[in-house]
């Protein structure tokens, strides 16, 4: 007999795969994925065997997988960061949505910690709103978790849902507001450096329909922040479609004077004319120009171990 589930945890190589009955399974995989250089992945659509005794025997093909946190099938990921304390780097948030729709995932924005500084916290949704994604502001007073619960159920029930962000912006007490059975462990901010302890060591994913108890399917993921994007270290994309990452450039691509135009300065470039006029937010050009200049120094030789973060 075998049955088909979803790896929610691993370790130490054993992984715990939720079944679509609703049942836990425990099982280590077959062998033979160490010789095909193959591991499953938590995220991954799997069929175990259940006789003589439980064992992971196929992976379905991924939609995508990403390196850091470590997690397949991957449908929507909530970039998130604070207003202030730590205070927001922007680059970091757009490498965060640019590495979401190479591989497909669906970025949604929320800015935590907006009572501390309420005037940054709107300026900086106004530029994702002005991307066309769709975001949250949340603070002490200001926006409502509710929404954010509500979002999930009802836009998030394909795949796996990510909370993604640098350590101490909240993704983890914003998790247990939002799902309170959850009880997920937390830290507090270093108070010298503004960074957080890194409460998320592993990726775990918990099933919504166990969570919302309507059976509609869909798993949310608690994951490892990050203090550093590295697109040199990590084979993301090429610096020839990076423009096709940046939703807001795409009414102005194939207009420009150049075929080759790069969007960076060139005369006659739809792009830097669109943002001239203020059509297109001037710090996420910023993070174009700065993460072009990065793939421009990559080499091909370099490391290419995966997609992700």
Not at 53 to 69: H, S, Y
Not at 212 to 231: E, N, Q, R
Not at 235 to 243: G, S
Request: net charge neutral; aromatic share 8%; glycine share 10%.
């Amino acid at each position: 007999m075998v049955k088909k589930g979803k790896i929610i945890l691993g370790v130490g190589g054993i992984y715990t795969v939720y079944t679509s009955d609703g049942e836990y399974l425990s099982c280590p995989a077959k062998g033979s994925f160490r010789h095909a250089s193959t591991s499953p992945c938590v995220g991954d659509d799997v069929t175990v065997s259940c006789e003589d005794g439980n064992r992971i025997e196929t992976i379905d093909e991924r939609r995508n997988i990403l390196i850091r946190p470590h997690v397949s099938n991957v449908g929507t990921m909530f970039v998130t960061f604070a207003a202030a304390r730590p205070e927001p780097v922007l680059l970091n948030t757009d490498k965060l949505t640019c590495i979401a729709e190479h591989l497909g995932i669906k970025p949604v924005i929320i800015v935590t910690k907006a009572d501390v500084s309420p005037e940054k916290a709107e300026e900086i949704a106004s530029i994702y709103r002005a991307v066309g994604y769709d975001v949250f502001v949340l603070g002490n007073g200001i926006g409502s978790v509710d929404c954010v619960r509500e979002y999930v159920k009802t836009s998030c029930r394909d795949g796996v849902t990510c909370f993604a962000g640098a350590s101490g912006v909240g993704k983890t007490t914003l998790m247990t507001r939002l799902f309170p059975n959850l009880e997920l462990e937390t830290g507090e901010l270093s108070r010298k450096i503004e960074r957080g302890k890194n409460t998320t060591r592993k990726v775990e994913l918990f099933p919504l329909d166990t969570l919302f108890c309507d059976g509609k399917g869909g798993f949310i993921a608690d994951t490892p922040g990050f203090s550093l994007l590295d697109f040199i270290r990590f084979d993301f994309l090429d610096k020839e479609v990076l423009p096709n990452n940046f939703p807001e450039f795409g009414e102005y691509i194939g207009r420009c004077r150049y075929t080759k135009c790069t969007h960076l300065c060139e005369e006659g470039c739809a792009v830097v004319a669109a943002l001239e006029e203020g059509k297109i937010p001037r710090s996420r050009h910023d993070s174009y120009v700065a993460i072009y200049g990065e793939l421009k120094n990559k080499h091909s030789w370099e490391n290419k171990n995966g997609k992700g973060i």
